[in-house]
């Protein structure tokens, strides 16, 4: 069975689908993950009217998943990256890690710290096993 993955997008407002995908392709080349393998996109719920976000998501093929502020802050503990600036303002410490996780499953796990390319980051986190 091959392993799937969520990738998590963390971002400033007003990002582009290109900045986006750059941050998504860089996150892959980094960690030798396939798009193929990347079953969904995930991002805050707040982060929904996110133009670029949505663009991307569509770009790559990929399904995007709003994720409940209640999901980002149960997923917290588990991510490897924290910014004091995002906690204060998204109560999480990494919203792309947070992201990824939720949406993987309680059992996910990161494949690494998130992947930083400007005002984007992207997280990978590997879905849990459903057997």
């Not at 790559?60 to 600036?85: F, I, N």
């Not at 059992?107 to 390319?117: E, K």
């Amino acid at each position: 069975m091959t392993t799937k993955f969520v990738a998590g997008i963390g971002s400033r407002r007003g990002v582009t689908a290109r900045e986006v995908r750059a941050a998504v392709e860089g996150a892959m080349a980094r960690y030798e993950v396939k798009l193929c393998d990347i079953s969904l996109m995930a991002t805050p719920a707040l982060k929904g009217s996110e133009a670029g976000i949505m663009t991307a998501a569509l770009d790559l093929g990929l399904l995007l998943v709003m994720v409940p502020q209640a999901q980002m802050e149960a997923a917290a503990a588990r991510t490897v990256s924290h910014s004091d600036r995002v906690v204060a303002l998204m109560g999480v410490p990494s919203v792309a890690e947070a992201a990824a996780l939720a949406v993987a499953g309680r059992r996910s796990s990161l494949v690494g710290p998130r992947f930083v390319l400007g005002s984007v980051t992207c997280a990978l986190a590997r879905e849990e096993d459903k057997t």
